[in-house]
């Protein structure tokens, strides 16, 4: 017999909660068979057979709450071949029906030999119409169609994410201040080597490796945005390990990008692509999800004009992209229709003050309405 347990994880993270068990007891599976999804606050992992056999018993049912190392299920590590049963099952019952039973008509008169002597005299008689009341109309507020509820219990995912942003609110002082930025330079840029780059580096330039440039850029300019608190210390990190938010079917996750600041446009574009790819798979790991010094979250992909982007603790400030929308400005001026983009940035105002704030957003801005800056880390 062989016993199925739950894996060693991340030192974060000591339990999880069943999925939809894969196999029913009695089934036969292959080694390395998946039998069970674990889904933990992080991410959802698959829990194999270690050997090929006969599944005899699962000691955990689908939505148990499990730790590390506590057995869920118990394997035959040996097949044999095995007879089937044959069970004769008991012939039903045979049904008699019962005699007809005589029922009166709803219109027809009742015999009157079978009523009371007081009611026979007025057997005959026919019966006076029943008054019938008029139809009202239904009030206009009288709810039409299904009203039906659903309840449906919180992934461990979404209940992390839940816990964590009210975490945030109840400890930052949260402050987010504005910007808006012209997105023609990039535009240009992105239209004129967009072929080139893709069949240099087998990857689509986007939007998003400019965005992680710019950041690592102002970060370096204004290191206390890209710091945490620590206590009563503020802890200063001399990199730039760049949360990229990214939606899954399962919620939002924030893959980190170790040592952003070290990265090409094109390694940028590739790892992003793949955490998109692995996120909606399932297949992030626990220690790509951990850490991470600065967030980058983008609604604009989702038609989001203007929003205020709340704190991943202990992270001290996040970035919102928003959508890029024709706008008229003014430039020298006149009148003109550039692709504008508004920015957001939210920040922790008990380590942060707002000059740097302020600082570091305009410093994004000018990075993206002038690429070169990136080029030359100037």
Not at 68 to 74: D, L, P, T
Not at 164 to 184: G, P
Not at 195 to 218: I, R, T, Y
């Amino acid at each position: 017999m062989i016993e199925i347990k739950v894996p060693e994880l991340s030192e974060s993270v000591s339990g999880g909660r069943l999925l939809a068990w894969r196999k029913a007891v009695g089934e036969t599976v292959a080694r390395d068979e998946i039998l069970v999804d674990l889904e933990t606050d992080k991410v959802v992992l698959e829990i194999g057979a270690p050997a090929a056999g006969v599944l005899s018993e699962i000691v955990v049912p689908e939505g148990g709450e499990v730790v590390v190392g506590q057995v869920i299920a118990r394997l035959d590590g040996v097949l044999q071949r095995r007879t089937p049963t044959v069970t004769a099952s008991a012939a039903p019952a045979p049904v008699l029906a019962a005699p007809p039973v005589a029922t009166a008509s709803a219109h027809a008169p009742a015999p009157t030999a079978f009523l009371p002597p007081s009611q026979r005299r007025h057997a005959k008689d026919p019966a006076p119409s029943p008054v019938v009341p008029a139809a009202r109309s239904a009030p206009l507020d009288t709810p039409r169609g299904p009203r039906g509820e659903r309840r449906v219990p919180m992934s461990r995912l979404r209940l992390r994410i839940a816990e964590r942003l009210k975490e945030a609110q109840n400890t930052a002082a949260i402050l987010t201040t504005f910007n808006e930025v012209n997105m023609q330079p990039v535009q240009a840029i992105r239209q004129k080597y967009k072929d080139s780059f893709q069949a240099e580096h087998g990857v689509k330039l986007g939007m998003s490796s400019f965005f992680v440039k710019a950041v690592c850029h102002a970060l370096k300019q204004f290191p206390i945005i890209n710091a945490r608190i620590d206590g009563r210390d503020i802890v200063y990190q001399d990199y730039c390990d760049i949360g990229v938010a990214v939606s899954s079917e399962r919620g939002l996750v924030v893959p980190i990008l170790r040592a952003a600041e070290t990265l090409s446009l094109a390694e940028i574009e590739r790892r992003i692509a793949d955490f998109a790819k692995r996120a909606n798979a399932l297949q992030l790991k626990i220690d790509e999800l951990e850490g991470g010094t600065f967030t980058v979250s983008n609604g604009g992909v989702f038609g989001s004009l203007l929003s205020t982007p709340i704190l991943n603790p202990p992270q001290s400030a996040v970035l919102g992209l928003h959508k890029i929308q024709d706008r008229p400005v003014a430039e020298a001026g006149q009148v003109v229709i550039r692709p504008m983009m508004y920015m957001a940035v939210s920040y922790d105002h008990r380590s942060i003050d707002g000059r740097d704030a302020v600082s570091f957003l305009v410093s994004v801005k000018e990075a993206l309405e002038d690429p070169a800056r990136l080029l030359l880390d100037v």
